[in-house]
């Protein structure tokens, strides 16, 4: 099969011919459709996240097709469509699984990252994490719902329900999703892009925002909630100056930047700052099946895979509108 493969950080993924992969007792041997490009596969090809394994397939936003079972296989067919996700296994015995935060198991691997993912013709995954997929999103767009979907989800879950003007940082792949969701479920959208990005802007506004402008500006409205997607850690304390009293940050990155310090007044009044870590498959649940209800539409930039490293290259320059898809066979 052909694979791009990361053999080091900081280095440009090579293109290669590999051996088929095998899957194992609780696996299944996915043929892959479609991956999508997210900003953490940057991360881990820049070298912000550390330790990955090596040599490293990577990609965390799988459709695919499944080929072939392993042993103990119980809930998925050959024939089905699934997607694949950030968290690729997780123990089941550590404190936090026992407590129903599998995001923060202590021996966790993420599909991309400590195992290898779908930037490949074929990828195996353990069966207990991949999300069977409505036949609207069995196909190239169903890929960014996979993680840029889902860590928008689990970040929107964190704001409460009593949010009316929520501040969206960073308008890529995971804000033109989740801004469809918060519309159709009745709020008001407030989008902040990189300075001088009018072309996201309008995407935004076309999308349904209320507003939208640089990061550095002032929204005409206080915000009830942010949600940060960009990795830019100065956009904490201009995020906590956009707050009304009692609003909360929500940062829903992997990686970003150093916060810089500031005053406490502006987190005075009972404002928080908190993070999102991995996901849930509870979250995927949810999410895949609000997404088919609004519907969730993703806009998508096709690349081949191998032009993986130009899809980085453009989502690294900001480039991208919507969210970069590797396919198999563009053809099709």
Partial sequence: MHAMVLERPGQPLVLKTLPLPSPSEHQVLVKVIACGVCRTDLHIIDGEL???????????????????????????????????PWLG???????????GKENL?????????????????????????CFPLAAQYANASGSPLLCAGLIGYRSYTMIGEDVTNLGIYGFGAAAHILIQ???????????????????????ALKLGAAWAGNSNQSPPEKLDAAIIFAPVGNLVPKALLDLDKAGIVVCGGIHMSD????????????????????????????????????????????FPLHEANKALDNLRAGTIRGAAVLVMNPEN
């Fill in 89 to 99: 296994y997780t123990c089941g015995q550590c404190k936090y699984c026992l407590e």
């Fill in 50 to 84: 550390e330790h990955p394994k090596l040599p490293l397939i990577p990609g965390h936003e799988i459709v695919g097709l499944v080929l072939k079972k392993g042993n103990k296989v119980l809930r998925i067919n050959e024939g089905d469509i699934v997607g694949i």
């Fill in 105 to 129: 198991c202590e021996n966790a691997l993420f599909t991309g990252y400590t195992m290898n993912g779908g930037y490949a013709e074929y990828t195996v995954a353990y069966e207990q994490y």
């Fill in 259 to 302: 916060i810089p310090s500031f005053p406490y007044k502006i987190l005075w009044e009972e404002r928080v700052i908190r993070s999102v870590a991995n996901l849930t498959r509870k979250d995927g649940e949810e999410f895949l099946k609000i997404a088919a209800e609004v519907p969730i539409k993703t806009e998508t930039e096709i």
């Fill in 181 to 203: 969701l918060a519309i159709y479920q009745g709020k008001k959208i407030f989008a902040f892009t990189r300075e001088g990005d009018t072309h996201a802007q309008a995407f």
